[in-house]
């Protein structure tokens, strides 16, 4: 959540221009986008954030199929529901 407000900070601090009115769109629509839609990533292990992978964070089987997100990934397609990660983020420090 950290990098979430910087990057915002940051798009405001090198000249995005968003009026007043339309900055608190401009949380919600991020908080939204990667809080909600995109899950957490708790299976691969990337190089410096960038998208190339390194290695897996489980370490067997037994671990990837106790994955809590990819359980609730699962779950939320079986039932045909939309996804909402939020709740796998702590939310609470900010």
């Known amino acids: 959540k950290k990098e979430y407000f910087e990057t915002i900070e940051l798009g405001l ?14 949380y919600k629509f991020f908080f939204y986008f990667f809080f909600e839609c995109i899950m957490p990533e708790t299976l691969i292990e990337f190089k410096d954030k960038g998208m190339m992978p390194i290695k897996f964070k489980f370490k067997s089987e037994e671990e990837l199929n106790n994955n809590e997100e990819l359980d609730y990934l699962f779950n939320c397609i079986e039932k045909n529901i939309k996804p909402n990660f939020s709740k796998f983020y702590n939310l609470d420090t900010y």
């Open 13 to 26: 601090k090198k000249g995005l221009i968003v009026s007043e009115s339309k900055i608190k769109n401009l």
